[in-house]
Each structure stands twice: as C-alpha cells, then as structure tokens.
C-alpha cells in the first residue's frame, strides 16, 4: 500500500486520518460527557475541559488537513457492486459528517469564547475570542453543541455499521479498503 490514493484503494494517509479522526471523536464525546458531572473541587474540573478544548482543537485543524488531502488527493472509485443509492447515501453521510464535524467545533469554540477569553491548546498557542458577549452565548452554544455531537456519534455509528454490513454480508472490499488490507 502506498501513501496515496489510488483509483482502488485508499493510501495510508487518508486512512491515518480516518482512524485520528475517529478515535479522537470517540475520545472527545467520552470526555465531554464525563466533564460536565463534575464539581468546582474534582482535581479535573479545569483539567478535563483545558484536554477537551486542545484537542479538539487539534481535530479541527487535522480535519482541515484531511479535507485538503481528499480535495487534491484522487478518491477511489466506487466498488461495481455498489447500487447507485448506496453510492450516493454514502456521499451524503460523508458530507454530512464533515458539517457536523466542524458545526460540533464552532459551537464548541463559541462555549470557550463566551465570557471574552482565548482558547488555550496545550499552552502552546491560544486562538482569541471574535465572537463574545452575546446573552446567554455558552448556555445557547453548549445545548447546540450537545446535540451536534449526539447526531454526529449516531451518524458515525450507522457510518460505522454500513461498513460491517458491506464486510459480513455483502462480503465486499469497502471496509478492508479504509483498513489497508
């Protein structure tokens, strides 16, 4: 397998950026959901936001990159045995979860950025507020930026069993073509 893409199969670096991105979506709904319960005394009451915030950060600017990639990078075709409304359920989904991915981050940034201050990524570098101030910003943006992730996990899962289903009973090549084997 090469780096790149080819007209067959996905290259190691799209591939690379598909598990980072979903190991990272899965890390960030755990920790978001595990943060919220906890209280001003917990050890981690500042810790697991400032983690939360880095990385998705980091996820954003990987997704970025990762667009980049596909939009300059050949896509493999579409496998023969693919009906044309799978073809285009899966372009769909795909798109949809690249929205969703960067509507969860810039709700995500607007929940930081409410009360004026920058975000902080591992003290390296902060990105400042431009958008602040507005009346109950972080409650507003934190139940939208819940509900995103709720949606895009449920896509992601459905994503995710389409691609058991085209392994185990299709017994098709989608899923080994996103795994490099």
Avoid: C
Wanted: no cysteine; glycine share 6%; aromatic share 14%.
């Amino acid at each position: 397998m090469t780096w790149r893409n080819t007209n067959s199969q996905w290259g190691w670096l799209a591939i690379g950026f598909h598990w980072i991105s979903v190991i990272t979506v899965i890390t960030l709904f755990s920790l978001g959901l595990w943060m919220v319960d906890l209280i001003y005394y917990d050890p981690w009451y500042k810790q697991g936001p400032f983690l939360h915030k880095s990385i998705g950060v980091i996820l954003f600017l990987l997704t970025l990159l990762r667009l980049l990639w596909r939009y300059f990078s050949i896509t493999p075709e579409s496998l023969n045995v693919h009906a044309s409304w799978q073809i285009k359920a899966a372009q769909v989904s795909h798109m949809l979860l690249y929205i969703l991915l960067f509507s969860v981050m810039l709700s995500g940034y607007l929940i930081s950025t409410a009360d004026g201050r920058a975000v902080e990524v591992f003290n390296l570098f902060s990105i400042p507020a431009s958008i602040y101030g507005i009346e109950k910003q972080e409650d507003i943006a934190g139940e939208i930026h819940f509900v995103l992730a709720l949606v895009l996990v449920g896509i992601s899962l459905i994503h995710a069993m389409a691609a058991i289903k085209h392994h185990f009973i299709d017994r098709d090549r989608t899923l080994r073509r996103m795994t490099g084997y």
